[in-house]
């Protein structure tokens, strides 16, 4: 082999590797845009349970109160849905969503809606609390 196809040879292999500062900033682009949507839904999920906290602080209640003891927790645990256990999120078996009102809201609301579509995975529960923290009946979720 001559010392002339060598040097062919290893200049046809790096331009095979060069690439463009464009090209370097459209893959990224690529890959970063499908990845988007699971990353904004676990934030918008962990943004969910902290208000939730919030909200339990507010009324002086712990999750204790509002989950009715150990037989309310599930045996098996949930599978977070979609590509977001690939992403080390969690799957959620069971929430209890707090809410401080006057009186409970008859139906489903935008936010309860939110939150079903937030935890599909979750067996979801409502609890109602006035401004004394006295509480109001729970309800399960509708179908």
Request: charge should be negative.
């Amino acid at each position: 082999m001559s010392a002339e196809s060598h040097d062919s040879k290893r200049t046809a292999r790096r331009r095979w590797l060069r690439f463009s500062l464009r090209g370097l900033l459209i893959a990224v682009a690529l890959v970063a845009l499908p990845l988007a949507y699971p990353l904004r839904w676990i934030h918008e999920r962990h943004e969910a349970i902290k208000d939730n906290i919030a909200r339990m602080d507010q009324a002086g209640k712990t999750s204790w109160d509002l989950s009715g003891g150990w037989e309310s927790f599930p045996a098996n645990p949930a599978q977070a849905p979609s590509i977001l256990g690939l992403f080390g999120e969690p799957g959620l078996p069971a929430i209890t969503f707090l809410y401080i009102v006057d009186e409970p809201p008859k139906g489903m609301t935008p936010e309860m809606l939110r939150m079903k579509s937030l935890f599909p995975e979750a067996t979801l529960t409502w609890s109602f609390v006035d401004r004394n923290g006295n509480f109001f009946p729970a309800t399960e979720e509708d179908e």
